[in-house]
């Protein structure tokens, strides 16, 4: 599957094996169970994290992910996002780094 994340306005394209997708889910799991006790959104500490919330720290994920250079995270939150928002075809982090305002376009 391909993804479109765009950072900074630039987009960046990732693909993402539909196997990594499937096959990730108690990775995904866990994660969400971290988030769930209580997670930092921006600057914002949200004591129940909501299922968007978690998409969006995902994102962020990713964004730290790109700047460095590490493939194998930038995958897997690009894998725990397509899990979680059917589909979806691009993330659009807002320039200001606020993640709360992170756009996710499905189609």
């Excluded at 693909?15 to 600057?43: C, N, Y």
Aim: net charge negative; with cysteine.
């Amino acid at each position: 599957m391909q993804l479109n994340i765009f950072i900074d306005g630039r987009q960046h394209p990732i693909f993402v094996d539909d196997a990594l997708v499937t096959e990730s889910e108690e990775f995904f799991s866990k994660m969400e169970e971290d988030v769930s006790k209580g997670w930092q959104v921006g600057r914002e500490w949200i004591e129940q994290p909501t299922a968007e919330n978690c998409c969006q720290v995902a994102a962020d994920r990713m964004v730290t992910a790109f700047e460095h250079d590490n493939q194998a995270m930038y995958s897997m939150m690009g894998a725990y996002l397509l899990s979680r928002k059917p589909g979806l075809v691009s993330v659009i982090i807002p320039p200001d780094g606020e993640i709360q305002e992170t756009e996710f376009v499905v189609e």
